[in-house]
């Protein structure tokens, strides 16, 4: 909570924050009032960005195997020009 909070006040933002525990606990946190902020969500018609943490790791995984088969690359050319 205190992340989404932090989250709030930095970037100027609302945020509503919904969390089932494993045990099923309910928790909850907003920035103004959350039954404004679901409203605005539901009747927001714009197309918008949507990502799970499914998403997010994918993406780090390619950003670093990017980055690894740069360095890899970097290596190599090392080796090839005799400068190591």
Known sequence: MKKAYELSVLCDCEIALIIFSSSNKLYQYASTDM??????????????????????????????????????????????????
């Open 35 to 84: 039954d404004k902020v679901l409203l605005k969500y539901t009747e927001y018609n714009e197309p918008h960005e949507s990502l799970t943490n499914k998403n997010i790791i994918e993406v780090h995984y390619v950003e670093r195997q990017c980055a690894g088969d740069s360095i890899l690359k970097a290596i190599l050319g090392l080796f090839g020009s005799g400068r190591w």
